[in-house]
T-cell receptor, first 113, second 115 residues
Framework: GENVEQHPSTLSVQEGDSAVIKCTYS??????FPWYKQELGKRPQLIID?????GEKKDQRIAVTLNKTAKHFSLHITETQPEDSAVYFC????????????FGSGTQLTVLP | DTAVSQTPKYLVTQMGNDKSIKCEQN?????MYWYKQDSKKFLKIMFS???????INETVPNRFSPKSPDKAHLNLHINSLELGDSAVYFC??????????????FGQGTRLTVV
């Protein structure tokens, strides 16, 4: 099955700085790569996603890049704010009948005021 | 108008008991999942169902038995609960379009504590 590795496990940044979280995946059949944010005690919620036919996608302060050859993708958050503090998960979904959504191990992001 | 709802939100029970967690989605999605989130926050897939049929059954003890009466519901029954089963269990659903995944919506989670 798919294996998704995520780094770092914890990340602290000063407010206003940028944060980058990186993930690698193992199955070249994966074609959908979402990122989820989970605030303390709440459910994971999608913040941005990218498909394998696109190399980069941006939504305001958040961007995701995908390198299919290297099988890795990254989340970039610019101008971080305290409310960005949360656990962030990357995930990969395999095309076809597998219907599997595999998550990375999560990154605890702390934005220091 | 909750998209994915699961009950109960909290469940405290003794070792050896049997318990169930219910999940319903009103999004018309064809795929539903159960994930286990342990104390280290790792989201591990347990089961994936497509249109009531089991697609994925990860290495989960057979004390865990999912049941999908229809494609809008995926319940999780756990027999002979053990201390190590304590975790937050999330139900989720998504739609696969042309074989490609889309956003997964999560329920609020069920915090299971086995004492």
């Amino acid at each position: 099955g798919e294996n998704v590795e995520q780094h770092p496990s914890t990340l602290s940044v000063q407010e206003g700085d940028s944060a980058v979280i990186k993930c690698t995946y193992s199955d070249s059949a994966s074609n959908y790569f979402p990122w989820y944010k989970q605030e303390l005690g709440k459910r994971p919620q999608l913040i941005i996603d990218i498909r394998s036919n696109v190399g980069e996608k941006k939504d305001q302060r958040i961007a995701v890049t995908l390198n299919k050859t290297a099988k890795h993708f990254s989340l970039h958050i610019t101008e971080t704010q305290p409310e960005d503090s949360a656990v962030y998960f990357c995930a990969a979904s395999i095309k076809g009948s597998a219907r599997q959504l595999t998550f990375g191990s999560g990154t605890q992001l702390t934005v220091l005021p | 108008d909750t998209a994915v709802s699961q009950t109960p939100k909290y469940l405290v029970t003794q070792m050896g008991n049997d318990k169930s967690i219910k999940c319903e989605q009103n999004l018309g999605h064809d795929t539903m999942y159960w994930y286990k989130q342990d104390s280290k926050k790792f989201l591990k897939i347990m089961f994936s169902y497509n249109n009531k049929e089991l697609i994925i059954n990860e290495t989960v003890p057979n004390r865990f038995s999912p049941k999908s009466p229809d494609k809008a519901h995926l319940n999780l029954h756990i027999n002979s609960l053990e201390l190590g089963d304590s975790a937050v269990y999330f139900c989720a659903s998504s739609q696969f379009l042309g074989g490609a995944g889309t956003e997964a919506f999560f329920g609020q989670g069920t915090r299971l504590t086995v004492v």
